[in-house]
Antibody, heavy 121, light 110 residues
């Protein structure tokens, strides 16, 4: 059974960088069979796709966040990570990591439980 | 990329059928057969219930069905049950190989 688990600081100061890691178990980040995404959900609001990374390091980001986002993958630890810089209160959200079996549709078949990140001084 | 448009809320009595619409453009829903639907209970991660417009993942009840016409996709829940009370989100692939979600619909079982 595939499981994804987000981890990282729950509180980030404005203008600083948000950093999160997703650890995958029951499957391999480096297998090349899947694309690995980050998705967020501001409190009381809907889902927002942030972007994905492939095992090779290839990425694709939502245009609205592209200038502030980076992602990386560590196949030796079976993890992938998100960095979002210059954060503001608008970046306060529940952050999910998720798996897609294909880059041609990017449906999300497995999700982490989510981790709440609050941006506040 | 603007969010897809869904009704804020839909309600129905147990046993009834309800349909949730998801309206996009010819650049997303209208351009691809890659619409998926997610169910999210409070405090939980979303769960994939429909992909490729009308396919169900293994283990998902056949009470959930999906369809598409032009730039609008629809999710129908038949035989509504108390456990179906949740938020539902549609999602579509886009020409830039990204994903866009719908605004979300709260389903209430009366």
């Amino acid at each position: 059974q595939v499981q994804l688990q987000e981890s990282g600081p729950g509180l980030v100061k404005p203008s600083e960088t948000l950093s999160l890691t997703c650890t995958v178990s029951g499957g391999s980040v480096g297998s090349g069979d899947y694309y690995w995404s980050w998705i967020r959900q501001p409190p009381g609001r809907g889902l927002e796709w942030i972007g994905y990374i492939y095992y090779s390091g290839s990425t694709n980001f939502d245009p609205s966040l592209k200038s502030r986002v980076s992602m990386s993958v560590d196949t030796s630890k079976n993890q992938f990570s998100l960095k979002l810089n210059s954060v503001t209160a608008a970046d306060t959200a529940l952050y999910f990591c998720a798996r897609s079996p294909s880059a041609t549709d990017l449906r999300f078949d497995y999700w982490g439980q989510g981790t709440l990140v609050t941006v506040s001084s | 990329q603007s969010a897809l448009t869904q009704p804020a809320s839909v309600s129905g009595s147990p046993g009834q059928s309800i349909t949730i619409s998801c309206t996009g453009t010819s650049s997303d829903i209208g351009g691809f057969n890659s619409v998926s639907w997610y169910q999210q209970h409070p405090g939980k991660a979303p769960k994939l219930i429909i992909y490729d417009v009308s396919d169900r993942p293994s283990g998902i009840s056949n009470r959930f069905s999906g369809s598409k016409s032009g730039n609008t996709a629809s999710l129908t829940i038949s035989g509504l049950q108390a456990e179906d009370e949740a938020d539902y989100y549609c999602s579509s692939f886009t020409p830039t190989r990204t994903r866009v979600f719908g605004t979300g619909t709260k389903v209430t079982v009366l």
